[in-house]
């Protein structure tokens, strides 16, 4: 998978605004993220989005694995 040029964590419904957006499910070094990102492109850019809580808003703030979403939407390697 190529990394996207900018990955966002936020709330659930950011992923309207990506065109093109398909899913990708990936495994971190830290456990599974909080779902899919959602990829696809904003203003030409590359854009990758994490819906923090779920894509349903099913995890509680205590429960989210906050170091697998920021290594799913960190730094560019």
């Given at each position: 998978?190529?990394?996207?040029?900018?990955?966002?964590?936020?709330?659930s419904g950011f992923y309207?605004?990506?065109?093109?957006?398909?899913?990708?499910?990936?495994?971190?070094?830290?456990?599974?993220?909080?779902?899919?990102?959602?990829?696809?492109?904003?203003g030409g850019r590359s854009?990758?989005?994490?819906?923090?809580?779920?894509?349903?808003?099913?995890l509680a703030p205590h429960?989210?694995?906050?170091?697998?979403?920021?290594?799913?939407?960190?730094?560019?390697?």
């Amino acid at each position: 998978m190529t990394r996207a040029e900018i990955g966002i964590i936020g709330g659930s419904g950011f992923y309207r605004f990506l065109d093109g957006a398909r899913e990708v499910s990936l495994d971190t070094p830290y456990g599974l993220p909080s779902g899919p990102l959602a990829v696809g492109t904003v203003g030409g850019r590359s854009v990758a989005f994490l819906a923090r809580h779920g894509a349903r808003h099913e995890l509680a703030p205590h429960a989210i694995n906050y170091r697998a979403n920021l290594w799913a939407c960190g730094p560019l390697a």
